[in-house]
């Protein structure tokens, strides 16, 4: 009896493991943003940073692995960043810019698709939005699977420091913890 009992607990969780599984397995298949293999994108060189440095807002991304948006600006120091060179899909400079980016994703061992549609200002011009949604379809890219923040969108700005954030030469740091007249 005991080993019935065994056996019918393993039966019952391989059952439920495999049904997980198949569970998984269907909304990778299912997402357009989890793919096989990256699609050529037509990344932009050459950006110029620091046009692009300020305040930005996320109107549009894929999806972000939690619900709710903050209000709040993050900041980033792109200080000797490749962010310019590796992350840039298109911007006109003004007031829009996509970013995107293609990492394969061990979880679903596939790679997944970034991307963001970023405007100057929280509530953009209906032109701003009309440009990266024809450039978007013009590189065949789900459109669909984004989610549109509207006036929920996320800020953050760009910014580079203008002094140096790695210790100075011994010579030039404060004699803290040394023995004599200070220390």
Not at 153 to 167: N, P, V
Request: with cysteine.
């Amino acid at each position: 009896m005991c080993r019935l009992r065994a056996f019918l607990l393993a039966l019952l969780l391989v059952m439920a493991v495999a049904q997980i599984r198949e569970k998984g397995a269907i909304s990778v298949r299912k997402n357009p943003l989890i793919v096989m293999a990256c699609p050529p994108m037509p990344m932009m060189q050459n950006v110029s940073k620091d046009k692009l440095l300020g305040i930005w807002f996320a109107y549009a991304t894929t999806p972000l692995p939690f619900e709710k948006y903050q209000r709040r600006c993050i900041s980033h120091n792109v200080k000797g960043s490749n962010f310019f060179n590796t992350s840039i899909l298109y911007t006109n400079y003004r007031g829009l810019t996509i970013t995107y980016r293609c990492a394969f994703a061990a979880k679903v061992r596939r790679f997944q698709m970034t991307l963001r549609v970023l405007t100057r200002t929280r509530t953009p011009m209906p032109e701003i939005l009309y440009e990266a949604l024809a450039f978007l379809k013009s590189v065949n890219f789900p459109v669909a699977a984004l989610d549109w923040l509207k006036t929920e969108a996320f800020c953050f700005e760009l910014y580079e420091l203008k002094f140096e954030t790695q210790m100075r030469p011994i010579q030039y740091q404060a004699p803290f913890n040394q023995p004599g007249e200070l220390g």
